[in-house]
């Protein structure tokens, strides 16, 4: 086991004391203590129907939007979720599918927009659809309008303090996990990325320099089979991407631009058979290419996978985040 399913797994009366779970995170996101205490409410979902608008109780969309305080959501039974509407995740508010089989999936999906304090653990999202623009019931149940929103599983809005771990991710329309408009303070840990083009973006765009302060740890993860690009692309921020499993990629493993810095430790990257064996991607255009932190430390490469390291300058690695196994 790694160092965060040691925390808990070996417990057998885990399900019994589920919020233990919030002193195993690592990383960024540090321990999601905020989330537990003697004012934390238990909710289940046993209802897998969506109103976006008048959510019942006993949905998901009740526990999000309608519950207030400090909220932990499990689940009674197997179930799938079709969303009408994007899930807006109130702060202070963890969903946990362990012991059952959930699956959010075919439409709307996860969003977490100026929130923080947000678990996010052993879920099954995919197949998102971009969605058009309409209203939904938001955190401390306000109607709030939407934008259009992309196809993506989940995407992070002005957020922090955030722990995604554990879940399934694949088939998507846009891309599986965004981190965007100065979110910061994030973990993302022991979840699978399969199936998928575009699948993690750090950084809203090339022109946000708020990103600049963005704070990320990779880790644990599986990417693939069947992914092509973005595992991450950062923009601005810095990402410690560490003890990966990467099999294969079409275009890239890890790129980005406007000067991002990476600190990757401990990862196997498989190269394809065929086509490109390079880890690494930076943005054709970017003139100061030289001035980017791109740090390989105790990587494992295999079929002739290679990566680029800085040209020029040291890295501005942040204070560590997480401890690397050997």
């Known amino acids: 086991m790694n160092a965060i399913d040691r925390c808990w797994r070996p417990n057998s009366e885990w399900m019994r004391h589920r919020s233990q ?7 960024y996101a540090g321990k999601m203590i905020n989330n537990i205490g003697s004012d934390l409410i ?10 976006p608008i008048n959510p019942k109780p006993n949905t998901l969309r009740y526990g ?6 400090k909220v932990w959501i499990t689940f009674q039974k197997n179930m799938i979720i079709t969303l009408e509407k ?3 995740i ?3 508010t963890t969903i946990d599918g ?4 959930v699956h959010i999936a075919n439409n709307a999906c996860l969003m977490i927009f100026k929130a923080t304090n947000i678990i996010i653990h052993n879920i099954r999202v995919h197949h998102c659809k971009p969605q058009a623009p309409g209203i939904v019931m938001g955190p401390k149940g306000k109607v709030i309008p939407l934008g259009h929103v992309d196809g993506d599983a989940i995407r992070l809005v002005t957020a922090s303090k955030i722990w995604i771990d ?3 991710l694949y088939d998507c329309q846009d891309g599986l996990l965004d981190v965007t408009r100065g979110s910061t303070d994030v973990t993302i840990s022991n979840n699978w990325f399969k199936n998928q083009d575009k699948v993690m973006l750090l950084g809203h765009d090339d022109g946000y320099v708020r990103d600049k302060n963005m704070k990320v740890t990779v880790v644990y993860n599986h990417f693939g089979p069947k992914c092509n690009q973005r595992m991450p692309r950062i923009r601005h921020g810095y990402a410690h991407v560490a003890n990966n499993l990467y099999q294969g990629w079409l275009q890239y493993a890890i790129g980005g631009s406007m000067e991002p810095s990476l600190k990757s430790e401990a990862n196997l990257f498989v190269a394809p058979k065929i086509g490109n064996k390079e880890v690494t991607w930076r943005k054709s255009n970017d003139t100061n290419g030289d001035r980017w932190d791109f740090h390989s430390v105790r990587d494992m ?5 290679s990566f680029t390291v800085t040209k020029g300058g040291s890295c501005n690695i942040q204070p560590q985040a997480v401890n690397i196994l050997p």
Not at 42 to 51: M, P, W
Not at 64 to 69: A, D, K, N, R
Request: proline fraction near 2%.
């Open 21 to 27: 779970l919030a002193t195993c995170s690592v990383g």
């Open 42 to 51: 238990y909710y289940k979902v046993t209802d897998s129907s969506d109103d």
């Open 64 to 69: 999000t939007s309608i519950i207030q305080g």
């Open 86 to 88: 994007p899930l807006l």
């Open 90 to 92: 109130s702060s202070f």
């Open 98 to 101: 362990r012991g059952v089989n």
């Open 166 to 168: 554990h879940n399934t």
């Open 301 to 305: 490469f295999e079929n002739g996978a």
